[in-house]
């Protein structure tokens, strides 16, 4: 399965678009000169570039610091524009639908720099464990979503650094505990980020806070150190550049290069263990057969995985399709939540089984912060990193 597109790949897909469309203009042209009608809504890719741009920046409450950089963000957006375009004309007949987003204006590799995780050379995470399925997989429902069962907290905002791995991780934690004692709160991601540099060097494995991570390793982080605090006691506090904690302790520099350049002391870990709200025992590796993790799902609560996140910037809703992404273990740059389960009609009538996702990107992204991937065929390696802790 191939990475997404690059920007020749995109011009050139959006100069066939435009040949098959009736014309032979340019890609450039085309943007110009198609779409005369003056924008109404941000739903309508088919309206002028600009007057999308003059909404997107009110919506988002966008403001650039001169006029070069003013420039550049349209440019980003229109580049952006054209390629979801083009997505949606790729979509084999399925319901994803690509549009603008909040990250619009940001250009592919800047979002991949803020976001996405930091890939780690040679990283093998290890299996760990089995969690058995109860019964027959055919007794699992056809559709599931622990949101309905008091399993998953709100959508979260990680801003613009690589710390998904850490919400994913506490998110499983978060359901595993409210399974057991039906008191569903939100932890602390933070004290994750700011105190687990817990690293598996033999594995090529490291959690390196802004860079990225994994989340079997943030479940040994919480076994170690006992427990993990409320986020109201020690909340979040990177998605406003409000605090600049120093590289945790145990920091790897052969595996996650060098920490921030800047930081501070007093913003750095205080985790304390008088505070721990939660704890676990133990962590576990779910399987690859999608049958079988779907049962395990449902079973046993929220799922942590890892996945190829790289065209999801510019998703809008819809059921992810595995062509614009890849499946390859090695290509994994996002962390997130397995929460449910289902299947739906496409808007060409035919039945397309999914997973819930749900995302930390805030509620303004996707379907209110979640996403659904194509089940059963391994979509953007959905089953090949998928864990969870042990109460």
Known sequence: MSKMPSLKWKHATLLVLVVFLGGTLTATQAVRTARTRHATSLEDLDNEPMDLFRMFVERHGKVYKDESERQQRYDNFVENLELAKAFNARTEGGSTTYGITKFSDWSEKEFSEKVLMRKQAGARPPRQGYLPVKGDLKDAPASWDWRDHGAVTPVKNQGTVGTCWAFSAVGNIEGQYALVDGNLESLSVEQVTDCDGGSFPNNRTGDCQVFGGWPFLAYEYVIRVGGLELDSDYPYCMLNETCWPCAPPGWNSTICGPPQPYCKKEDSCHFDPSLAA???????SLSSNEEELKAQLHQHGPVSIAID???????????VEGHLCSSDPADVDHAVLLVGYGTAKTRWGHEEDYWLVKNSWGSDWGENGYFRM????????????????II
């Open 278 to 284: 939660a704890k676990i025992s133990s962590w576990v």
């Open 309 to 319: 996140a790289t065209s999801l910037y510019i998703y809008w809703g819809g059921i």
């Open 374 to 389: 194509r089940r059963g065929s391994n979509t953007c390696g959905v089953a090949n990193y998928a864990t969870t802790s």
